[in-house]
């Protein structure tokens, strides 16, 4: 689950917020029934989270433990705007989104997903920077 993005971060303070939070988030779970796609020009391909009390609580939480260290957060994912799901494949051109999606009919839906860490993310390329465990 992607729950925040923005251009950059305060690397050493993020990762401070980060394991606070995480310390006191337990792992969880969560349910994908369907497959979403943008309506733009270059596709992406998605899993919708089903929506929960406990899921929001989870995100608002996290947000309010890294305010101000995201340089130009996306509105898309702050609290009252996210919509909870699982990128699968970016910008898919038109005519390769057939092809996508025969590949994404051989998953079994709905699809139970466990999540245990919280990760910082560097985006094309893509990289992994950290993962702190959930043990709250």
Do not use: M
Not at 10 to 25: C, Q
Not at 63 to 82: D, I, Q
Request: hydrophobic share 45%.
């Amino acid at each position: 689950l992607t729950l925040a993005v923005g251009e950059s971060v305060d690397g050493p303070a993020a990762e401070a917020a980060r394991r606070e939070w995480a310390a006191a988030t337990p792992p969880g779970s969560t349910t994908f029934t369907n497959v979403g796609v943008t309506s733009t020009e270059l596709a992406n391909v998605f899993l919708p989270a089903i929506v929960t009390a406990d899921l929001l609580a989870l995100h608002a939480e996290l947000h309010r433990k890294v305010a101000g260290l995201f340089n130009a957060p996306s509105e898309r994912y702050l609290p009252g705007r996210w919509t909870p799901h699982c990128t699968l494949v970016e910008r898919v051109p038109s005519e390769l989104l057939g092809k996508t999606f025969a590949i994404i009919r051989k998953t079994q839906l709905p699809l139970e997903a466990h999540f245990s860490e919280v990760g910082l993310v560097d985006f094309s390329p893509l990289r992994q920077r950290c993962a702190v465990p959930l043990t709250g």
